[in-house]
């Protein structure tokens, strides 16, 4: 378990431009060291199951090993799990957990990927969350010489992971360093991916500060029964903490203008989060332009050079 003091973080603060560059290279050797061990086994292996919790920079992940990838002449295929979730009307009415893996269309997605593997043409749903609906299709061309790269919360799930078992690569992606605060307590990556949601969820969803706190109750539970009994089936840990994040993140919640209104000292002690505030009222923040556009923390903030 990797740790850092919030008195580092601050230090590190006295030169933002060179602290990005330092935290944004370490993350650069993560990509370049998780390519590394995929090309290693690509003839047995064509196929990379992504996964990690919400908030944990699956998508960004996913898109930087692409980047990788094709720099040096390697065809790569992204689907994003989201997509095959089954329409609202198609799922049987007992279905009331959404966290579930039961939600998608494993069938659909499995022959999605297979079909990509023999290089064939096909057709990608892209699920519509706000009807619950298949929006439309996108193509997508297959080669039987690429790498096929599926992300998505439930990728190392056994009722999907044990389809591809035999000619997949699986990678865990999370927020795993603890901050430790003055005080010596500990700010845990699940608080940190709160942090990352709420800034998300209300810049591109409308959504209030405290649904998001609220929401993340269940969203944490599906990730207990679902995702973490399921990470050993990952060849590849990368841990997507920044050490600069905590500055941007604390720029981006306090400008909210109902940060103060909504996040209350009750409310963030009734919902565990009186570390995190601790940790984004106490470091510096910094301003956006010093973080690149295909940083992982783009991916909550905004201004990413990758589609979401």
């Known amino acids: 378990m990797r740790v850092i003091d919030i008195e580092n973080i601050n230090e590190a603060m006295h030169n933002e431009t ?5 935290c944004e290279e370490a993350f650069h050797d993560k990509i370049s060291a998780a390519a590394a061990t995929i090309l290693s086994s690509r003839s047995d292996r064509p196929v990379v199951t992504l996964t990690g919790p919400s908030g944990s920079g699956k998508t960004t992940t996913a898109m930087r090993l692409k980047e990788y990838l094709e720099n040096i002449n390697v065809n790569v295929c992204v689907l994003h799990m989201d997509n095959f979730f089954t329409p609202l009307s198609e799922r049987p009415p007992e279905l009331t957990d959404w966290e579930s893996p039961l939600c998608v269309n494993i069938d659909s997605l499995i022959s999605t990927i ?8 096909v ?11 298949i929006g439309g299709y996108t193509e997508l ?6 790498i096929i790269i599926a992300e998505g919360i439930h990728m190392l799930n056994p009722l999907i992971f044990d389809k591809l078992r035999g000619v997949a690569t699986g990678v865990y992606v999370a927020p795993r360093t603890r901050i430790i605060t003055k005080d010596d307590k500990i700010v845990r990556p699940e608080q940190l991916r709160v942090a990352r949601r709420m800034i998300r ?18 969203v944490d539970r599906g990730e207990y029964q679902y995702i973490q009994p399921y990470k050993p089936n990952a060849a590849i840990n990368i841990d997507t903490f920044l050490d600069y994040e905590p500055c941007i993140l604390a720029k981006y919640l306090t400008q909210i203008p109902c940060f103060v209104e909504e996040l209350t000292s009750d409310f963030v002690e009734a919902h565990g989060l009186t570390d995190l505030m601790k940790v984004v009222r106490g470091v510096p923040p910094l301003h956006t332009p010093y973080v690149p556009r295909n940083s992982l923390v783009r991916e909550f903030v905004g201004g990413s050079c990758y589609e979401y």
């Open 123 to 133: 057709k990608v749903p892209v699920y519509d969350f706000k009807t619950g609906t």
């Open 201 to 218: 969820d209300y810049n591109t969803r409308g959504h209030a500060l405290t649904s998001t706190v609220e929401r993340a109750e269940s």
């Open 114 to 121: 297979s079909q990509l593997m023999d290089g064939k043409l």
């Open 141 to 146: 061309q297959g080669d039987k010489n690429a």
């Open 18 to 22: 060179q602290f990005v560059f330092r």
